[in-house]
C-alpha cells in the first residue's frame, strides 16, 4: 500500500513538472533594442501641464462641485484621457465627492504630490527606448521621463516619478503610466510638505 501510494505520488509530481515547464506561449526576443536621449526641454514641457493643474488644486482647502468636474476633465486630458490613476480618491474625500447634495469638497491635506512646480524637484532624464522584432511582433517606441528630489530632506530622499508615453498611429507620445512613487500619505506629510518655487 506504501509503494503504491508513493508511485502515485511520484507521477503527480512528474505530472506537474511537466505541465509548470510548458506554458504554451513563445517568448519573443527582439532583434535590436536602442536607448537614445530625448530633449529634456520638450520633456518638462510634455509633464508640465499635468504637474501645474495638480499644484493649483492642491494650494486650495476646498472648491466647488463645478471645480471638483473641471480638475477632472483637465487632469484627465494632460494624461491623454489615461483612468487607470484615480485622481478624484487622491485628492478628495470620497465621502463627500459620492454625495451630490455636498456643494462644497474638501481637498486632502494629508497628501503630498511632489510636482516640478516644488523646490527640489526636477527632471533628471529623458530617455526613448526603441525595440524591434525580427517577426510578426510590432516594433514598440517607448519615452520615460523621469522627475526626482535632488534636496536635503531626508524623507524624500531618493524619490523619484517616471512618466512613460508610447507613440501611437500617427506618430505622437501618448502618455500610458507611471513608475516609481506617485504621492506621500502619512507621516507627517501635508499637500504643502514642499515650498513652490
Known amino acids: ?3 503504491g501510494f508513493l508511485i502515485i505520488v511520484s507521477i503527480t509530481i512528474a505530472l506537474i513538472s511537466c505541465s509548470c515547464g510548458s506554458t504554451g506561449s513563445k ?15 520638450t520633456a518638462e514641457q510634455m509633464i508640465e501641464k ?8 492642491t494650494v ?8 471638483f468636474d473641471q480638475f477632472l476633465s483637465n487632469i484627465t486630458q494632460a494624461y491623454d484621457g489615461y483612468e487607470k490613476e484615480s485622481w478624484k480618491y487622491m485628492f478628495f474625500y470620497d ?9 462644497t469638497l474638501h481637498l486632502n491635506k494629508d497628501m503630498f504630490y511632489p510636482t516640478l512646480y516644488h523646490k527640489g524637484v ?9 525595440t524591434y522584432y525580427k517577426d510578426e511582433s510590432p ?5 520615460a521621463i523621469r522627475e526626482e528630489y535632488s534636496g536635503k530632506d531626508k524623507k524624500l530622499d531618493g524619490w523619484y516619478r517616471e512618466y512613460r508615453y508610447q507613440k501611437d498611429e500617427k506618430g505622437e507620445w501618448i502618455f500610458s503610466g507611471f513608475d516609481g512613487q506617485i504621492n506621500f500619505l ?4 501635508k499637500s504643502d510638505y514642499l515650498e513652490l518655487k
Open 1 to 3: 500500500m506504501k509503494r
Open 60 to 67: 486650495k482647502d476646498t472648491v466647488s462641485r463645478q471645480e
Open 122 to 130: 526636477e527632471v533628471v532624464s529623458a530617455k526613448i527606448t526603441n
Open 50 to 57: 499635468g504637474d501645474r493643474i495638480i499644484a493649483d488644486i
Open 95 to 103: 465621502s463627500e465627492f459620492e454625495d451630490e447634495k455636498i456643494e
Open 27 to 41: 517568448i519573443v526576443k527582439p532583434e535590436k533594442v536602442e536607448v537614445i536621449d530625448f530633449d529634456i526641454r
Open 139 to 143: 516594433d514598440t517606441s517607448i519615452l
Open 186 to 189: 502619512g507621516d507627517g506629510f
